[in-house]
């Protein structure tokens, strides 16, 4: 890796104040990434490729780290807020492209939130009250929506406290599988074991779509890069340190479950996790795991849903969605227009998708994006800025669009038929907001 010389980034102008150094920043994106879908997942992954979970996670890291690449480029090369859109705006400059990748931004939130809608409602909630899924997870959508009505002040300390309980949560996981394997119990060679009546390379494609849903996360710290200390330095070490991370403790968790469960088990769960953790014999109560299981899967499902609803907002502010989705609540200022359609579409998907299905939709949605960072850093090679920052080779951008690309060939057509509505959907807001400001300019005019 290279870098540009010049006037340090964090000197850079910003209107906000960057006080946060390198730890902080790993934290949070460890955080972000580190967390509901590993809780959710490892039994679907379980399903397409039996024992060797190991290998999708693998693969989901080698394409994760290739993206981040990118992103480290991205960011340091321009620390303002904003991520895929607005570099794609700064490639392109073409209007709808930036609202498209930021549309499609938007809908993964919604996807995200709905799917982990449907993962609280599974067994991780029934280990604790046994009541009906649906009706469970519209009040969780509820909820949470209350929560981003009365506004969300997220700070990093609130966010690595979240953080903690839900790494706690996987390592008693992963000290529980190795309490089973030294004391003799547990199968490893089940780590060997392909599903049954499915091709092993197409089985370990097919899972590592699901595995890549539990490395997404890390886009969202592009939105703090005017916040950061000397992000030339601090984006690529936290970056690349957190996601190596979550790869180390995803394989730890997988080849603990699976040498606890056999796959057919993990695959049968919406709580696999909490099958592991009972079938160790260890001793702790469901309940407590479950609700430590259930803070994960709140905190992401509520932090895409803010995530979703400031986007709406953003694209409306940029006239790129029509103007109701920048109203605001008086006193809380916060987006209620947006907030309340993200809410009603969650649900909606909540009780016409399963976990699996919305993961899929998700990992497509998230890889255009991607896909079109990776393409926006190769045509920003030649725009060069006055302060250092991280420089991919252009090797890794090219990898990663290759592999992003392998990726979404083994999408199924529902799943893009999925990702289409919503480009349709989108273009169809797009369309209205801009008959809509040109309607304002005649109205203006006379």
């Given at each position: 890796m290279t870098k540009d010389t010049g006037t340090a980034t964090s000197k850079a102008p910003t209107g906000l104040k960057r006080a946060i150094g390198a730890p902080l920043l790993f934290a949070f994106i460890v955080g972000d990434t580190l967390g509901a879908g590993i809780y959710t997942?490892?039994?679907?992954?379980?399903?397409?490729?039996?024992?060797?979970?190991?290998?999708?996670?693998?693969?989901?890291?080698?394409?994760?780290?290739?993206?981040?690449?990118?992103?480290?480029?991205?960011?340091?090369?321009?620390?303002?807020?904003?991520?895929?859109?607005?570099?794609?705006?700064?490639?392109?400059?073409?209007?709808?492209?930036?609202?498209?990748?930021?549309?499609l931004m938007m809908a993964s939130g919604i996807t995200t939130a709905a799917a982990l809608a449907n993962a609280f409602a599974g067994d991780y909630l029934t280990a604790i009250i046994d009541v009906p899924a649906a009706p469970a997870a519209i009040v969780?959508?509820?909820?949470?929506?209350?929560?981003?009505?009365?506004?969300?002040?997220?700070?990093?300390?609130?966010?690595?406290?979240?953080?903690?309980?839900?790494?706690?949560?996987?390592?008693?996981?992963?000290?529980?599988?190795?309490?089973?394997?030294?004391?003799?119990?547990?199968?490893?060679?089940?780590?060997?074991?392909?599903?049954?009546?499915?091709?092993?390379?197409?089985?370990?494609f097919a899972a590592s779509i699901v595995a890549f849903f539990s490395f997404l996360g890390f886009e969202a710290a592009a939105n703090m890069a005017?916040?950061?200390?000397?992000?030339?330095?601090?984006?690529?070490?936290?970056l690349f340190g957190a996601i190596s991370t979550a790869g180390v403790v995803y394989l730890l968790i997988a080849i603990g479950a699976v040498i606890v469960l056999p796959p057919a088990d993990l695959a049968e769960s919406t709580g696999p996790l909490l099958d592991v953790v009972a079938a160790s014999g260890v001793g702790i109560p469901p309940g407590v795991f479950s609700i430590i299981a259930l803070i994960a899967i709140s905190n992401g499902a509520l932090l895409f849903m803010v995530m979703a609803s400031r986007v709406g907002y953003g694209l409306a502010e940029a006239e790129l969605l029509p103007r109701a989705f920048s109203r605001v609540?008086?006193?809380?200022?916060?987006?209620?227009?947006?907030?309340?359609?993200?809410?009603?579409?969650?649900?909606?998907?909540?009780?016409?998708?399963?976990?699996?299905?919305?993961?899929?939709t998700t990992v497509l949605l998230l890889l255009l994006v991607f896909l079109s960072a990776n393409v926006s850093v190769l045509v920003l090679k030649k725009d060069k800025v006055d302060h250092d920052h991280f420089t991919a080779p252009r090797i890794l951008p090219v990898l990663a669009i290759i592999a992003s690309i392998a990726l979404l060939t083994q999408q199924s057509a529902t799943i893009w038929l999925s990702a289409?509505?919503?480009?349709?959907?989108?273009?169809?807001?797009f369309l209205a907001a801009r008959a809509g400001r040109k309607h304002q300019e005649r109205v203006d005019a006379r």
């Open positions: 997942l490892v039994g679907t992954m379980a399903a397409d490729v039996g024992g060797a979970i190991w290998i999708p996670l693998l693969i989901a890291l080698v394409v994760a780290l290739l993206t981040a690449a990118t992103y480290a480029e991205l960011i340091t090369k321009y620390p303002h807020a904003g991520g895929a859109a607005r570099y794609a705006d700064r490639a392109f400059g073409i209007p709808y492209v930036s609202f498209l990748v930021g549309f969780f959508i509820i909820l949470l929506t209350l929560i981003n009505l009365r506004g969300v002040r997220e700070s990093l300390g609130a966010n690595l406290v979240a953080s903690i309980i839900e790494v706690t949560g996987l390592v008693i996981v992963i000290v529980v599988a190795a309490i089973v394997f030294t004391s003799g119990n547990g199968d490893p060679s089940r780590l060997l074991e392909f599903a049954p009546d499915v091709p092993p390379l197409q089985g370990a005017e916040e950061v200390r000397n992000p030339s330095k601090a984006y690529p070490r936290a609540l008086p006193g809380r200022r916060t987006p209620w227009v947006s907030i309340v359609v993200i809410a009603g579409l969650t649900i909606v998907l909540t009780l016409t998708g399963n976990v699996a299905t919305l993961a899929e289409a509505v919503y480009v349709v959907i989108g273009s169809l807001l």
